[in-house]
C-alpha cells in the first residue's frame, strides 16, 4: 500500500502545475467548495503568474498520459468540473512524441516470442499516430493484408497504476468532506475512469470490443468497423484491417470526392442510435479523427478503447426520456426519472416535471434546426442539483458522445437537426420494445422458460425427498430422556450399560 505522505507529494506536485494555468480558480470561487478544498486551492497557487483564462487542457497535458486520460473523461462531467472546463478539456490531444522503432520492435517481439519477420512482411517505422497509451504503423502482414499494428508503450502500465492509485486516495479525501463533493461522487469517478484504461491497456479487450461492436451493427451496413487480425493480436499488440479513407473533418475533400455530407452526417447519427438504444454497446469516443468514410461511402470507425453499455431497462428509460422531451411530455419524463431512483423518492413528482419544463420548452419554441442535444442536457445538468440527483456515469458517458456526434453531424451538414434524425428511430424503437406486440412476447418468453425449468424443479424435489426404500418401515421407538452424566460418573455409566447389553444378549439367544 502506498504512503500517504506518497500520495501527497504526487498530489502537490500536480496541483502545483494545475495552479500554474489557473486550472483551481474554478475550486476557489465555488461557494459550494468545502474550506479545507479552497484553503489547498490557495496556498498551491501562491508565487505563481496566473493567466487571464484557465487552461484546463494545458495543464493536464502537462501533467502527463494518465492525466491526459483522467482530463478526457473529466470532460464528460460538467456537473463536476463546471461547463467552462468540460469545454475546454475537449481540447485535450492524446498524441506524445513517438518512440524510437526498436523499442516497439522489442515490444512486439516480447508479444509473440518471436521474430517480427514471422508476422509481417513489412512495417513501417514511422508511426502514423501517437499516443498516451500506444502508438500505430502501417504494416504488410506475410499472406500480404495490410493492417494496422497498434502497440503498447513499454512501462505505461506500471506508469498508470502509480496514478491511479493516487486518484483514488484523493476522491476518497475528498468524498469523506462531504457536501457537494460527496454528491458528485467522486470515488465512482475514478473507478469509472480505472475501468476505461483497464480496457485501453489490455489491447485483446480492445479487440474484442470491436468484434462485438461489428456484431451488433450488421444491421446498419452503413458503418463499418475494421476485421481483426486476432492471430496478431496480444495483450500489447493489437492488429486490424486497415482502413483507407478520407478523415470525417476534411468536408471540403469529402465533397470533391462525390459524397453528400448530409447522408453521410444522416447514416452517423442513425449507427450511434443504434449502437446506444438498441444495442446498448456504444464507441464512446466517435470524435472526428477516429472516423473515415471510405471511396463507397461508408463509415469506418477506429479506437475501441472507450465503450459504453446500457442495460436493457436503461435504455428503455432513456428512449421514453428523449422522447418525452421531443413530445413536451415532461410528467412521464419526471416520473421515468423516479422510477430510474435517479431523483431520491422525497422529492415531488409534479416538481420535478415543472422544472424539467423550464429545460424543455425554450427550446420547444424555436425553429427546428436551432434545436440542440447539447443544450437539453446541459439543462438537465442545471437542475440535478436543486434535486439531489447523483450522477450516473454510464448516461454521462453517453451524454458526452451524444454531444461529440452531434458536433461532428452538423460540422458535415448545417442543418441537420438531431431531434428530426432522432425521432423516428426512438420512436420505432419504443414501439417494439413497450408496444403490446413487445408485452405478450415478453410474456410468453417468460411463460415458456418457466416451464422450460418445471423438469429440473421436480428432479431437484425428489433429490431431496427420495422415494421409500424396500425394507419395511422401522418400528417407533419410545422416547426416553438423556441423561447427562459428567465424568468420573460418565465411565462407571459405560460399564454398566456393557453389562446390561450382555445380560439382555445372554437372555435373548440362551
Known sequence: MTH????TARLLKWGRTLARHGALLGIERDPLTPPPARRIARILRIGARLPKVPAYADAFQAIGPAAIKLGQSLATRPDLVGEEAANDLLRLQDALPPLPFDQIRDQIEQSFHGPIDQLFASIDPVPVGAASIAQVHRAVTTEGREVAVKVLRPGVEREFAKAIDTYEWAAAQAEAMGGELARLRPRLVIATFKRWTARELDLR????????????????????????????TSGKVLTLEWVDGLKLSDRDALVAAGHDPGVIAGNLVRAFLRQAIAEGFFHADLHQGNLFVLPDGRIAAID??????IDRRARLWLAEIIYGLITG????????????????????????????R????PMRGRPVKELSVGQMLDGLFAITRDFDMQTQPHLLLLQKTMV??????????????????????????LRSELGPEAAIADR????????????????RIEARFPAEGGAPPLPPLAEVEVVRISPPWRYLFVIAAGFAAGFAAHLLLG
Do not use: C, K
Not at 500517504?4 to 500520495?7: A, E, G, N, Y
Open 4 to 7: 500517504f505522505i506518497v500520495h
Open 205 to 232: 479487450r480492445e479487440a474484442a470490443s470491436a468484434s462485438e461492436l461489428a456484431e451488433g451493427m450488421e444491421a446498419e451496413p452503413a458503418f463499418v468497423v475494421p476485421a481483426i487480425d486476432w492471430q496478431r
Open 304 to 309: 475501441f478503447g472507450i465503450m459504453g453499455r
Open 329 to 356: 411530455n415532461y410528467r412521464r419524463v419526471a416520473e421515468i426519472h423516479f422510477e430510474a431512483q435517479y431523483v431520491p423518492s422525497h422529492h415531488n413528482v409534479a416538481e420535478f416535471a415543472t422544472a424539467l
Open 358 to 361: 423550464a429545460v424543455g420548452e
Open 404 to 429: 461529440m456526434v452531434e458536433g461532428v453531424a452538423t460540422a458535415l451538414d448545417p442543418d441537420i437537426n438531431m431531434w428530426e434524425t432522432a425521432a423516428p428511430f426512438v420512436r420505432e424503437w
Open 444 to 459: 410468453i418468453g417468460a411463460d415458456v422458460r418457466t416451464l422450460a425449468r418445471i423438469p429440473d424443479l421436480i428432479r
